[in-house]
């Protein structure tokens, strides 16, 4: 079985879903702690205007360029309803990484352009990004109409359900970075097999393979496959390990287990718990249930 490691910048910008994978299964059986900060008021999302792609993807460009070379001096508020993930207790900064390029986010997701608001006294650009396949979650960015850095967010998966959000609420400056922070763009790793786990048509729609490694879940230790895929936006970890009684965080709405052949399936991402599910069920005629566990995990603790 071939192994992988994100490295570098690209683990870096997986660890807002990395985090919630690895708390979600610090014990099986055992269930994330739960997170409830006050609701942010971030403006609601205007409806569409007339369909403007190209003028949608100009934005993403824009946005894109802000991120790496400005930075935002302001405080900001937060809610994420994700299993592990923490929103920014400085109130400094958002938690949700942007690490895209607009090719990958095209492949995902349908841009378009809502009404014109405000944020934090500021003008902005409304970005309404599509999901276009069941697991990937709409996404609107409020852009700075000046400078183009994005002064706030939500997260929507495919139930309207809203699963992150945050804006500033006070912009004391935007300054140019001492260093151009570099945003990656990752891509499936040459070496990467997923043939021997899934079929190619049980893929994630719109996500693509970024990392597979060995690794271990719960006090216990359970040898575990990890594999992340990416939307263009972020990502949705996999975790596959022996069979258990009680799949871990089973309350959460964003995680969804099933008993395949000899092994436990978890998924971890913004999607419904519901679509996952189906997504999970999908994977139980494929390669997973002929897959030898001592072959799979064995030394689990090597990347």
Known sequence: MSRQRVTGATARSLRAWLVPAWLVVAGI?????????????????????SAQPGSAIALVRRMLVAERTLEVVGATSEHIALPGVRADASH???ALPVAVTPELLARAFTA???????????RVEV???????PLTPDWTFWVDGLTGVRLGYRVTDSSGQ??????YTTVRAIRARQAPHALPSP???????????LNAAALPQGYVPVGLKRTEVGAAHVPALRLTFWDGLDAMVVLVYRRQARPPAADSAHVASEQVGRFTVSAIGPAPRAALQAWLKRLAAGPLKRLDPAAAFGGATSP
Do not use: D, M, Y
């Open 92 to 94: 400094t900064g958002f």
């Open 29 to 49: 059986g055992a269930t994330a702690p739960a997170q409830t900060p006050p609701q942010p008021a971030v403006p609601a999302p205007q409806a569409a205007t």
């Open 112 to 122: 378009s352009l809502g009404t014109p608001a405000v944020i934090a006294g500021r």
């Open 162 to 167: 809203v699963v992150a959000e945050g804006r």
């Open 127 to 133: 970005l309404q990004l599509h999901g276009k396949g």
């Open 187 to 197: 891509t499936r790793p040459a070496a990467l097999k997923l043939e021997h786990l």
